[in-house]
């Protein structure tokens, strides 16, 4: 049943015995490696429309697309189909910058989450992905709109007055930002091209299909990603993508959905949070010689002396020091160009303390600045208007919540944040 990518030229391509498989009793016996074969098909367009259709139909009714094996395997096809980005080169920039700091080795982090869960809440990931910025490396996987008004590329591009250049951002300029910039946002169809070839069979189907999943997953800089927060549109895929996850070697990562069904942090109250966590590995024989890892920056580098556990726990805004506040409180609005008013609003530092949407976004952030490591330090010199005095409190999952907010208030205070995407913003046009 094993099939063969062709070139570009190359005739179409049947998935026929695939699908017959899929559809029949015995779907349980198509393996994770036969469905990703046949998914990576359509990233050189070499299956047809209608057999395209059907297997992302027949994925979605087997609910194979919620399989964690079935999940890390297209995952690592779709990132195999992507731009190819030189990862020595980005690897060598991305220690020149020595951003290490507490637990965070330096590496890329991100902040994404599936959408599709109804709420046409704010930019919140995308918010709190350029706050973060100010103190670690971040790699913004977004697109424009599917599910919502405002995408993560809509509310960049919406921006005045002047907007980032994002399609700027290729695999071959993406070291040269990093170079003078801890900001980076990776504008989906520059990075994936083959995903044009399906564009038109999701638009029809109607239903979320398993690309809606694997987007999160699909960071072209997957290999250089150190930590990351992914929020899921339902509660059931939270223990599915942190195997996932796990599957495919992550390690610094939370999933997280909010009891409302929300693919962030809720700021309104209960969410359900999966970690994974290091643990040591009983098996590790520690070799004669072992280089320092305190360099490395990313998962891909850390030592393999460790076995990683999915670990549930729960949140509360009140974990992070902060008051509740409902869901229709932060929903500006579904146009984009209200929502980058509203960013630039908060990086201004022009929002009153306690302001709905600033907790929201102050809590996200904390959450990528928790897991990345960063709050481990116990000390603190971020810079201007850093007082220095780190909070040691650790709350749910074992991680410093507050402290993660109190370094995202600087972040906004300070005009860190500001000047991080301001420097991005500057780079894209001089590419």
């Known amino acids: 049943m094993a099939l063969r990518i062709g070139s570009e030229s190359s005739q179409l391509i049947s998935i026929s015995p695939v699908l017959k498989m899929l559809t029949g009793p015995s779907h349980h016996v198509v393996t994770a490696d036969e469905v990703a074969a046949a998914l990576a098909l359509i990233f050189d367009n070499h299956i047809s429309a209608i057999q395209c259709s059907s297997l992302l139909t027949v994925l979605h009714s087997t609910e194979r697309d919620r399989d964690p094996k079935t999940i890390a395997k297209c995952a690592e096809i779709m990132r195999a189909a992507a731009a190819q980005i030189d990862l020595t080169v980005l690897r060598e920039v991305l220690r020149s910058r020595k951003r290490v700091e507490g637990g965070y080795r330096g590496g890329l982090c991100d902040i994404v989450g599936t959408g599709g869960d109804g709420h046409a809440t704010y930019n919140v990931s995308t918010t709190a992905s350029i706050l973060a910025s100010s103190l670690l490396l971040l790699s913004k996987h977004g697109n424009r709109a599917s599910s ?31 170079r003078k910039s801890n900001y980076a946002f990776l504008f989906a169809p520059k990075f994936h091209p083959g ?39 339902e509660r059931a895929l939270g223990p599915i993508f942190a195997e996932a996850l796990r599957m495919s070697g992550a390690k610094k990562t939370i999933v997280v959905c909010g ?39 990313s998962d891909d580098d850390a030592s ?18 902060l ?5 229709s409180e932060v929903s500006p609005g579904e146009l984009h160009q209200e929502n980058a008013l509203t960013l630039m609003q908060l990086l201004k530092n022009q929002m009153p303390d306690g302001a709905p949407v600033l907790d929201f976004v102050l809590i996200n952030t904390a959450a990528l600045f928790a897991i990345s490591g960063i709050c481990d330090a116990d000390r603190s010199d971020m810079g201007h208007g850093d007082d220095g005095k780190v909070i040691l409190e650790a709350g749910p999952g074992g991680l410093r919540w507050k402290e993660g907010v109190r370094r995202a208030r600087w972040a ?19 590419l």
């Open 304 to 321: 393999s002396r460790t076995l990683v556990n999915i670990e549930p726990f729960e949140l509360e805004p009140s974990d992070f020091g």
């Open 259 to 297: 009891a409302e069904n929300l693919d962030e942090i809720s700021c309104a109250g209960k969410t359900f949070c999966w970690r994974l966590v290091e643990h040591p590995d009983p098996q590790f024989r520690r070799p004669e010689s072992v280089e320092d890892d305190n360099h490395s920056t």
């Open 148 to 178: 919502s008004g405002s995408g993560s590329a809509d509310l960049l591009r919406a921006i005045k007055p002047t907007a980032p250049d994002i399609e700027a951002v290729t695999a071959q300029s993406l070291p040269l930002v990093y």
């Open 412 to 430: 906004i205070k300070s005009g860190q944040a500001l000047s991080s995407l301001e420097s991005f913003i500057s780079i894209t046009h001089n």
């Open 323 to 327: 008051s509740t506040h409902a869901l």
């Open 195 to 233: 995903m044009k070839h399906v564009a038109s069979v999701r638009k029809d189907l109607g239903f979320r299909t398993i690309f809606n999943l694997l987007g999160p997953l699909a960071n072209p800089v997957e290999k250089m990603i150190e930590a990351r927060v992914i929020g899921v549109a």
